[in-house]
Nanobody
Framework: QVQLVESGGGLVQAGGSLRLSCVAS????????MGWYRQAPGRQRELVAD???????NYADSREGRFTISRDNAKNTVYLQMNSLKPDDTAVYYC??????????????WGQGTLVTVSS
């Protein structure tokens, strides 16, 4: 069993910043890519950014430059630094990870989500 727990969401004014964190725990042998997705009301879940175990990053075009993804492999943690936030960034942000369990099974795991609300 592997769990992802996000934290760091909240209410912020437009132009402000937030830093999201996601910690993986449980029966983990290794973690491949980790990423952040978001889902706004009435919209489909979409990729924000992801990062490989080696640190290579990929951003959805509209977020690169304002958002920065990073990870600490020793802590099984991925971060999302969000700057210059806009009301359109309001969404539930979900952490995702590709995990190899100690029984050497591949698992795609999702967190429960953390709400980010950006006021104008």
């Amino acid at each position: 069993q592997v769990q992802l727990v996000e934290s760091g969401g909240g209410l912020v004014q437009a132009g402000g910043s937030l830093r999201l964190s996601c910690v993986a725990s449980g029966s983990i042998f290794s973690i491949n890519a980790m990423g952040w997705y978001r889902q706004a009301p009435g919209r489909q879940r979409e990729l924000v950014a992801d990062i490989t175990s080696g640190g290579s990053t990929n951003y959805a075009d509209s977020r690169e430059g304002r958002f920065t993804i990073s990870r600490d492999n020793a802590k099984n943690t991925v971060y999302l630094q969000m700057n210059s936030l806009k009301p359109d960034d309001t969404a539930v942000y979900y952490c995702n990870a590709g995990v190899i369990s100690r029984s050497l099974r591949y698992l795609e795991v999702w967190g429960q989500g953390t709400l980010v609300t950006v006021s104008s």
